[in-house]
């Protein structure tokens, strides 16, 4: 059982930016409930002798204002341009089965809210990066670039725990329309917290 990815990963939630659960899952969101939109796309990625490379996995969670209180309920896309066995081997990886970041967050979840196959528009290039399924998600999310920094370099947040990577750039949604697996995204709007990074993952 060995696997490796490699690509890029953008966020969305309702909170005022920069969300303070990414800067900790212990720390309260800024709403009673954090409703997170998590987009990744595998660039390169082999799992178990299949390549999976090209192709996108998003989930869509309800979370308690403090995270690590558990409880999570928890959606997830898996790209339409997947074989059954591609998708399969994705699933494995996203749900912590096969080990790897996403192991750590088995424990919080508490509902399944299903697995959906749907294509995926998935872009992420220049501190731009956009997200379309269907009529489930329209996402848009900029990078941050502060006040007077010439180099035009996004800002950061380092030293965290995220199953992305422990850097993150800071970003913000500059538009937001989402309705997936029955939760309540109607406090994802623009001007809300996001994040992005490169991630690179192996078990």
Same mark, same amino acid.
């Given at each position: 059982?060995?696997?490796?990815? =490699?690509?890029?990963?953008?966020?969305?939630?309702?909170?005022? +930016?920069?969300?303070?659960?990414?800067?900790?899952?212990?720390?309260?969101?800024?709403?009673?409930?954090?409703?997170?939109?998590? #987009?990744?796309?595998?660039?390169? /990625? *082999?799992?178990? /002798?299949?390549?999976?490379?090209?192709?996108?996995?998003?989930?869509?969670?309800?979370?308690? &204002?403090?995270?690590? *209180?558990?409880?999570?309920?928890?959606? +997830?896309?898996?790209?339409?341009?997947?074989?059954? $066995? &591609? #998708?399969?081997?994705?699933? #494995? +990886?996203?749900? /912590?089965?096969?080990?790897?970041?996403? $192991?750590? !967050?088995?424990?919080? %979840?508490?509902?399944?809210?299903?697995?959906?196959?749907?294509? %995926?528009?998935?872009?992420? $290039?220049?501190?731009?990066?956009?997200?379309?399924?269907?009529?489930? %998600?329209?996402?848009?999310? *900029?990078?941050?670039?502060?006040?007077?920094?010439?180099?035009? =370099?996004?800002?950061? !947040? +380092?030293?965290?725990?995220?199953?992305?990577?422990? =850097?993150?750039?800071?970003?913000?949604?500059?538009?937001?329309? %989402?309705?997936?697996?029955?939760?309540?995204?109607?406090?994802?709007?623009?001007?809300?917290?996001?994040?992005?990074?490169?991630?690179?993952?192996?078990?």
């Amino acid at each position: 059982m060995s696997w490796n990815l =490699e690509g890029r990963y953008f966020e969305n939630c309702p909170c005022d +930016v920069p969300c303070p659960c990414t800067a900790s899952f212990d720390l309260g969101a800024d709403v009673d409930r954090c409703t997170p939109v998590l #987009a990744f796309h595998v660039d390169t /990625g *082999e799992i178990e /002798g299949v390549d999976v490379s090209g192709l996108s996995v998003v989930a869509a969670a309800d979370t308690p &204002q403090v995270m690590t *209180e558990g409880n999570w309920r928890l959606g +997830v896309f898996i790209d339409a341009e997947a074989s059954d $066995e &591609q #998708a399969e081997k994705l699933g #494995a +990886v996203f749900s /912590g089965q096969m080990g790897g970041p996403m $192991e750590a !967050l088995g424990p919080l %979840i508490g509902e399944n809210l299903g697995v959906e196959r749907a294509r %995926i528009d998935f872009s992420s $290039e220049g501190g731009n990066h956009t997200l379309k399924i269907g009529d489930a %998600i329209d996402l848009e999310v *900029e990078d941050l670039v502060p006040f007077g920094v010439e180099s035009g =370099e996004p800002a950061r !947040l +380092v030293g965290i725990f995220h199953p992305a990577g422990s =850097e993150l750039n800071l970003a913000r949604a500059k538009s937001a329309r %989402i309705d997936a697996f029955g939760i309540d995204f109607s406090k994802n709007a623009p001007g809300t917290s996001g994040f992005s990074t490169e991630f690179s993952w192996a078990a």
